[in-house]
């Protein structure tokens, strides 16, 4: 028995809605196909996730204003009818047919969470939508094995989840972005064991490079206001340990200093049709840097 739940914004899932919907009729399961609008403004798309309506185990709910992923997730949830939830992005498609098959649903009762990976085109995009593209495929985009090494490390796109366990952990109460890091860092405090199979999901919904950059420091951000609230451990991510590594020889203020007078073409850089994803962890280094410079 399983719970399919989907928030959308602005976002056409019409496409995924019936993939998704038809691997589940095929792989004889007992389910649910939950989609939640937060309160789309764009009138064409409204009109093409109506159809949703129409599909066989399928339900459409609306907010009436925007609530956020957090909150949307939370209402999805708790309108599940099962204890087996599959959170899907509205961006993105399987990569495999067999999809829902691939979780095995009756040899997984005693996993609490099982993560599939995520993956993107192998078709270079336009020159503005680059950096996110060549993170997805240098970051993201990894092996069973290569996961296991860090089980924790994983993102919302795809996850099948039990019910209880999703609200124990989703503590956010906030709807910034880069909360990934408080439900990785809540399962790891908790014990919890992360399944990881080979079944990813297509990322399709690539931001441009400017937007992409801003929100990476947005994330930047969240992950030192959960540090500073003791929601995470200090060393979570490499991002943390490498500013513990500068700290601990009081380099931080002087790579600061340097990285500054090199901003410019940094920015210039991550901004072109060639990014370098070192460059991108030295500029999100640097913002890390000085938030705890600046509030110590």
């Known amino acids: 028995m399983l719970s399919i739940l989907i928030p959308t914004y602005n976002y056409s899932i019409v496409e995924l809605v019936r993939n998704v919907q ?18 789309s403004k764009d009138q064409e798309i409204i009109n093409d996730n109506n159809l949703i309506k129409e599909l066989d185990f399928c339900t459409l709910h609306k907010n009436e204003k925007n609530l956020g992923r957090t909150a949307s997730r939370n209402y999805l949830a708790s309108k ?7 959170f899907l992005d509205a961006d993105v498609l399987p990569k495999y047919d067999n999809f829902i098959s691939r979780f095995k649903l009756n040899e997984i009762q005693k996993s609490k969470i099982v993560f ?14 680059v950096l996110r593209w060549k993170y997805g495929h240098k970051r993201e985009t990894k092996s069973v094995k290569e996961r296991l090494k860090e089980p924790y490390t994983i993102v919302s796109s795809s996850l099948l989840i039990n019910k209880e366990v999703f609200f124990e952990n989703n503590t956010s109460k906030s709807n910034t972005y880069g909360l990934d890091i408080l439900f990785s860092g809540n399962l790891l405090k908790n014990n919890v064991l992360v399944k990881h199979i080979d079944n990813p999901v297509y990322h399709l919904g690539l931001e441009n490079s400017t937007s992409f950059l801003k929100k990476s420091l947005e994330a930047v951000k969240s992950t030192y206001l959960l540090e500073n609230n003791n929601q995470i451990n200090k060393d979570l991510r490499p991002l943390q340990k490498s500013y513990l590594f500068l700290k601990k020889w009081k380099a931080d203020g002087l790579f600061c200093v340097f990285i500054k007078l090199l901003n410019k073409p940094i920015k210039s850089n991550l901004l072109s049709n060639n990014p370098s994803m070192f460059l991108f962890d030295i500029y999100r280094l640097k913002y890390f840097i000085e938030l705890n410079n600046n509030n110590n």
């Open 22 to 39: 038809k691997q589940a009729i095929i792989a004889k399961i007992q389910f649910e196909l939950i989609v939640l609008d937060d309160c």
């Open 80 to 86: 599940a009818s099962y204890n087996k939830l599959l």
């Open 116 to 129: 599939g990976g995520v993956c993107y085109d192998q078709e270079k995009p336009e020159r503005e939508l």
